[in-house]
């Protein structure tokens, strides 16, 4: 008798933890405290910081805290990594993968890749927040504002520089200011 007592009381106590706990992961809870276009916001941060993906080319829809992401990518790997990276913004409930694997962008996705790494050596290109590459049947087209025309025209040589590539559209334009970073609705003071 003493020991079925014993396996009851370890039963409940099993039963009390288990009603007690939380059930859902911590960035589930989390969302409850975050709007879907913070969510959204963060993972576009995320997606865009991440060198592996053209994010430029994905959507994100967050509707209380399920994600559903679109677009298109050059690999089976680019996709896994946008969900992957996605999974893992607080918030996030759940993740639906529709993006499109189209290997014909596989050629393209090299070249922005490229361009990107190019812009990094830059000096005055690497840290600006503006800056969109496109890339379209080996056509580059650049996006954004820059501090100057020497700007402008490093960021042209540098796409030109890249392998593959059979023409640069340059619609950058020249302002007085870049706007601040944001880093997790916190602006990084320049």
Request: contains cysteine; proline residues 5%.
């Amino acid at each position: 008798m003493r020991k079925l007592n014993e396996i009851v009381a370890w039963a409940s106590v099993v039963l009390c933890i288990g009603v007690v706990a939380p059930t859902t992961p911590f960035a589930a809870t989390e969302s409850n405290n975050m709007s879907d276009e913070t969510i959204q916001s963060k993972i576009e941060l995320q997606l865009r910081k991440d060198g592996r993906i053209n994010w430029e080319v994905l959507h994100v829809q967050v509707d209380k805290g399920n994600v559903t992401l679109f677009g298109e990518v050059a690999s089976p790997e680019e996709k896994g990594w946008a969900e992957t990276i996605t999974s893992t913004v607080p918030g996030v409930r759940s993740v639906r993968n529709n993006v499109i694997v189209d290997r014909a962008l596989a050629p393209d996705y090299k070249i922005r890749r490229d361009v990107w790494e190019a812009f990094k050596q830059t000096p005055a290109l690497e840290s600006n927040p503006t800056l969109q590459i496109s890339v379209r049947k080996a056509e580059v087209t650049l996006k954004g504002d820059v501090l100057d025309d020497l700007s402008k025209t490093a960021a042209e040589r540098a796409a030109e520089g890249v392998h593959g590539v059979k023409k640069v559209n340059n619609h950058l334009q020249v302002v007085e200011q870049l706007p601040p970073q944001k880093l997790d609705n916190r602006e990084i003071v320049r």
